[in-house]
T-cell receptor, first 115, second 110 residues
Framework: DGGITQSPKYLFRKEGQNVTLSCEQN?????MYWYRQDPGQGLRLIYY???????QKGDIAEGYSVSREKKESFPLTVTSAQKNPTAFYLC??????????????FGQGTRLTVV | GEDVEQSLFLSVREGDSSVINCTYT??????LYWYKQEPGAGLQLLTY?????DMKQDQRLTVLLNKKDKHLSLRIADTQTGDSAIYFC??????????FGQGTTLQVKP
């Protein structure tokens, strides 16, 4: 079955540690996205990638890093520089057609808690 | 830059119609979307409308688009308790990104 998979579902991090959230898709989509969701604030874009080996900062990229070495994979690292990392993180992918239908498919999310 | 605004909360009684509203600033969007998010889960696409349409109906869902006023709405007929969720409107920007509103929490009372 085609889809987008995030892991782990729950993640606990000690202050000062880096953690990496996994996102894999088998939909053959070119574009992938990372969003952060906080209560009452909707989805805020962290990073996005429209092609392998290329990615752009979103609205809240500080304290995060990504890589796009393979079309299927877009891992997100939450670094110790991110001051308030506790949140729900959502990964998405789309066919990335500018001016076309960019319907996005979402993973089930990773809830990150700093302890 | 692009901005998408939604009211944060809507409460209705089971069997009533729900209307969730969205306003936006970027008039160049070609597709506009409605997503549904259930607790602790990702977002699922409910429906979308192409910008040259005024209305789209899909079973209990009706999407209305007023391009002049930059206003998008989602009407859910005969709202059920299973419709309780957060609803997001989203627009495709001219860079290919999706821009989301803050989400409207729909509470359906029995």
């Amino acid at each position: 079955d085609g889809g987008i998979t995030q892991s782990p579902k729950y993640l606990f991090r000690k202050e000062g540690q880096n953690v990496t959230l996994s996102c894999e898709q088998n939909l053959n989509h070119d574009a992938m996205y990372w969003y952060r969701q906080d209560p009452g604030q909707g989805l805020r874009l962290i990073y996005y990638s429209q092609i392998v080996n290329d990615f752009q900062k979103g609205d809240i990229a500080e304290g995060y890093s990504v890589s796009r070495e393979k079309k299927e994979s877009f891992p997100l690292t939450v670094t110790s520089a991110q001051k308030n990392p506790t949140a729900f993180y959502l990964c998405a992918s789309s066919k990335d057609r500018v001016w076309g239908n960019t319907e996005a498919f979402f993973g089930q999310g990773t809830r990150l808690t700093v302890v | 830059g692009e901005d998408v605004e939604q009211s944060l909360f809507l409460s209705v009684r089971e069997g009533d119609s729900s209307v969730i509203n969205c306003t936006y600033t970027d008039s160049s969007s070609t597709y506009l979307y409605w997503y549904k998010q259930e607790p602790g889960a990702g977002l699922q696409l409910l429906t979308y409308i192409f910008s040259n349409m005024d209305m789209k109906q899909d079973q209990r869902l009706t999407v209305l688009l007023n391009k002049k006023d930059k206003h998008l709405s989602l009407r859910i007929a005969d709202t059920q308790t299973g419709d309780s969720a957060i609803y997001f409107c989203a627009l495709s920007s001219n860079t290919g990104k999706l821009i989301f509103g803050q989400g409207t929490t729909l509470q359906v009372k029995p």
